[in-house]
């Protein structure tokens, strides 16, 4: 179903896909959902005596510290309706995990015509992405751990070790909303780790999120702020190119300077392939709201990084995993000389070491589950 197009350009949404199988009672009803930009007053964000509303705390229990995005939660709030009035049914699962039988048709229905009524393409943007959260939001609740976002059964938590990111770097987990609670995705790994100030996330599309990180890009200027995405437009530096001559300014790397104007930003686009270019676009366009211009610098890492140290545990990850490209390039700034001493390399370490126990969580739930652990299905797996 082609559901979003115009001038972001992509291609989407298989509604409602996430990993977890979920059941939950609907039914049908001919009413529309709300216009979710409607200036009616939001509505009352307090749990329900049932405990459905989604709370300030359960969405930063996700891994954020961003307010509670007002679109998600009144998507979520339609759903939860639904759900009350409801006495078929549905069920969340398959590959996908999508929603199945009839009431998915209807709720799509609904969906679709809510979104014909949005006034222009940010509208629809931001409905999509929101829509797509907030459905994961609600399937999700009480099935995944929320830190490492496996199933209970499968949480991982307890094998993974926090560190310290260097004070100097600050990695953005700009992430699709398709990609937001997948239990195979690696962008998690990185907050995980260094915790939700170090590695932030930001969904594409979420205003809230978006706003966070921008202004502190506005904080740190445009000459700190960088994006990795592979080589292939011919404007994209390697990482000697960007920080062996490029700067010209001091980057005070005492142990003091943590106020923000001498933090290193990296990107790191956490979404599909086929994703990636409408948010790499959408990148641009806010770079020039900020700064009047599409100048945003691209970095990409060496064609031989991966050979410079060995990537646990599948070589196949490095170019398609988001926490591998943050290893990647903490290995690449280590071999320069104004990063050599500050210990980069143990911080890859400990992403590669949380890396193994995420693919060891993955190949023990589907063993459980009786599913194949073949090459070939790794290769299928999309791990991001
Ligand atoms: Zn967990």
């Not at 590695?199 to 202004?215: K, P, R, V, Y």
């Not at 490209?325 to 700034?333: I, N």
């Not at 001493?341 to 063993?367: F, N, W």
Request: proline content about 4%.
């Amino acid at each position: 179903m082609v559901f979003l197009s115009g001038t972001l350009g992509f291609k989407c949404p298989q509604a409602l896909a996430f990993c977890s199988k979920i059941h939950m009672d609907f039914k049908p009803r001919t009413r529309s959902l709300h216009n979710p930009f409607s200036r009616s007053p939001p509505r009352e964000l307090l749990p329900t005596e049932d405990g459905s509303n989604i709370t300030l705390q359960e969405w930063q229990g996700w891994g954020t510290t961003s307010p509670l995005p007002t679109i998600v939660t009144r998507i979520a709030d339609d759903l939860k309706d639904l759900e009350k009035d409801s006495d078929e049914k549905m069920t969340f699962g398959g590959k996908g995990g999508k929603i199945k039988g009839d009431f998915k048709k209807q709720e799509d229905k609904k969906h679709r015509e809510t979104y014909r009524g949005l006034g222009d393409s940010e509208q629809k943007l931001q409905f999509f992405s929101a829509r797509q959260i907030a459905c994961r939001l609600v399937g999700s609740r009480g099935y995944l751990c929320q830190k490492c976002w496996l199933p209970h059964e499968d949480c991982m938590c307890s094998k993974v070790t926090p560190c310290k990111l260097w004070h100097g770097i600050r990695f953005w987990l700009y992430m699709h909303p398709k990609d937001f609670l997948r239990q195979n995705n690696t962008g998690k790994l990185l907050w995980q780790l260094f915790g939700v100030e170090a590695a932030t996330l930001c969904l594409f599309g979420i205003a809230e999120q978006e706003e966070i990180m921008w202004n502190a890009f506005k904080c740190s200027g445009k000459d700190k702020v960088w994006c990795l995405y592979p080589n292939k437009s011919g404007v994209v530096k390697s990482v000697q190119e960007a920080f062996d001559q490029g700067l010209s300014t001091d980057l005070g790397f005492a142990e003091t300077t943590t106020n923000g104007h001498d933090i290193l930003n990296f990107v790191l686009i956490d979404g599909t392939w086929s994703n990636s270019a409408a948010m790499v676009r959408r990148l641009k366009d806010q770079a020039k709201l900020a700064w009047g211009e599409e100048d945003i610098c691209f970095i990409s890492l060496a064609a031989g990084a991966s050979a410079m140290h060995k990537l646990r545990p599948q070589p196949s990850w490095d170019r398609t995993c988001t926490a591998a490209a943050a290893v990647g390039l903490l290995y690449e700034l280590q071999l320069l000389p104004k990063f050599c001493s500050i210990g980069l390399d143990k911080q890859a370490e400990a992403i590669e070491d949380t890396l193994a126990v995420l693919l060891d969580a993955l190949t023990a739930r589907r063993l459980r589950m009786g599913r194949s652990i073949t090459r070939k299905m790794r290769h299928h797996s999309d791990i991001c």
